[in-house]
Structure formats: structure tokens, C-alpha cells
């Protein structure tokens, strides 16, 4: 898909697209359409990024909220987002024996009374080692820092998104 | 259901019982959570309004284009959310004859070009030939002030749908 196809999109066929960036969150993609035409990826990535960091306290947390759990629940039940699904699968979260499994259960349940919202992590970018390990540094870590990290992460998401959307390479962003 | 009962919620209950109350926007629930404890049905209305009008324009636009078309592809296609289905529904938008369809679709197109979002109406509180009088009307407006209606219309919308979630009365309201 290149830009052109993109800056032509009428608003429906853009949320279709581009709904799902920010996971469960079509309101994003259907307020950066406002700010075509888009330059490439990374002009696009930066409205997504604009739009989160202008968002109120709550809204922010509003969109980690949407978020579902790391092999939570809707692995189990199977109503992840394919995005959510993939990227799941590729940290090697849905192969978990029912140790970890029980493990991570007990330490996003600390970590959703604790701040309010999931822990969220690119999880694409981490093996499952890796996820249980910064789950439980990150449950430690002042709230207002949390946020900024939990949101940081959802950006590093949506970036990786686009990416797939887009045909670039992950690897270089 | 009881604000004592939606007070105890979880933030993944919340989201699950009033996600829609906003068309597609379950992070707008998902803020509001944030605002508890409630201490009634105008409260909660009061809090998902606050966070519609302190959102960007982009965010306001981004909310409407997240609500189909009234009796448009999605109806045809049966992949309205239940909820739209039930208000398109008893505004008779759904037992239109081939030519009020065809009409509607034309001045539809016509809104979304001129505004840059979809036509969204209160569709419950109007009958199917109210519904084409007013999408005439409003089509002509000037856009700053028809943005202003349209958000008036999804507030609206949303305090039916919270007073169906909380058993109240509608017509009180």
C-alpha cells in the first residue's frame, strides 16, 4: 500500500484500514484521517502519537483499558484482535505450561489493581522470559512513570502496526 | 442494575456493560471508568459528555465517523453493533422501500462529503420520514454548527442507551 492509496481513502475505508493501530480504538484512526494528506509512515505514526499524547489523564488510561490482558482470558476464549493474536503467538505467550500461565494470571491481577489499567507490552519485540521479567519490574514503578511507559509501549505497537499495514520493514523503525 | 452494582465494577466489567454507550468507543467508557464512583444515571451521562467535549476536534470528528450510516451498508451487510440495529429498527429504517432507500443513500453521500463525517441522528426518537427531513435540513448548515448538532445527537443516543443499561425511564429523561 503506498501513500497515495492512503491519502485517498474516504473516512470508512481509513478505519477499516487503520482501526485497529491503536488496539480496540477506531476513534484514533478516525481522528487522524482529519489530518491528511499523510506524508509516509512515519508522518502517519506521529498523528497517532499526537492524538494519545492530547488526550486527558483518563483517556489515556481509557486506551490501555482496551487492552487486553498477556495470555489472559481472551487468549483462552479466543476474542483477541488477529493484531493481538499474532503478536501474542510471536512472544511465544500462547504456548505457556499451566505454571507460567498461572504465574503471569497472578502478576497482571497485582498489576490491574495496582495502576487501573493491563500491563501492555509490545510483546512482538520480547520473548516470553522477557515479558514475565518486565512485568515484574514494571509493577513496582511509580504510576505516573508506569503510564508513560504502558503508553510508550502501545506507540511502539502502533508503529509495528502501520509497518505490517504499510509494507515496511519493523526492523528499521 | 444499580450505581451500588456499577460502583463495584472492575474496569473489563465496565467496558463490557457500557463500551457502546458511545458508538464503537469503548474507550470513552473505558476514561470514564476513571470518574467513579457514580452517584446515578445523570452523573454517568455527565461524565461521558465531559470527555466528548474535551476532546480535540479531530477526536469529535473521530467519534462520529466511528457510527454507520442510518439504513446504509451495514444494515444491508447485518453488521450494525445490536444496538444501532434496535434504534435504525424502530425509527423504520430498516423496512424501506427500494426508492426511500436509494434517496437516503443519495443525501447520505452527500452529508459525508460536505462534512467529512456520517449523518448521526437520534434515530429512536424519529420516524423514518422525520429522519429524511431532517438530513435534508442539516445538510445545508454551516459545518462548525452542524458538529455541534451532530455531538448533541450522539449524547443523546448515548443517555437512551444508558438508560436502557440502568432500567430508567427514557421518556423522563
Known amino acids: 500500500m503506498d501513500m497515495e492509496q492512503v491519502n485517498s481513502m474516504d473516512f470508512g475505508e481509513f478505519v477499516d484500514v487503520f482501526g485497529n493501530v491503536i488496539e480496540r480504538c477506531p476513534l484514533i484512526a478516525a481522528a487522524v484521517w482529519s489530518q491528511r494528506p499523510f506524508s509516509g509512515l512515519e508522518d502517519l505514526e506521529k498523528h497517532f502519537s499526537a492524538f ?85 519490574r514494571r509493577l513496582h514503578r511509580p504510576p505516573a512513570q508506569e503510564l508513560r511507559t504502558a503508553l510508550g509501549e502501545v506507540k511502539k505497537i502502533g508503529r509495528l502496526r502501520l509497518a505490517d499495514l504499510l509494507g515496511g520493514d519493523p526492523a528499521r523503525l
Open 52 to 136: 494519545i499524547d492530547a488526550l486527558p489523564q483518563s483517556g489515556q488510561e481509557g486506551i490501555l483499558r482496551c487492552h487486553p490482558d498477556l495470555a489472559g482470558r481472551e487468549l483462552q476464549r479466543g476474542t483477541l484482535t488477529a493484531e493481538s493474536q499474532r503478536e501474542q503467538s510471536s512472544a511465544g505467550l500462547t504456548s505457556l505450561g499451566a505454571e507460567e500461565r498461572l504465574q503471569l494470571a497472578e502478576l497482571n491481577a497485582r498489576y490491574r489493581a495496582r495502576f487501573g489499567f493491563p500491563f501492555v507490552l509490545a510483546a512482538r519485540l520480547r520473548d516470553r522470559d522477557a515479558v514475565l521479567r518486565e512485568l515484574a
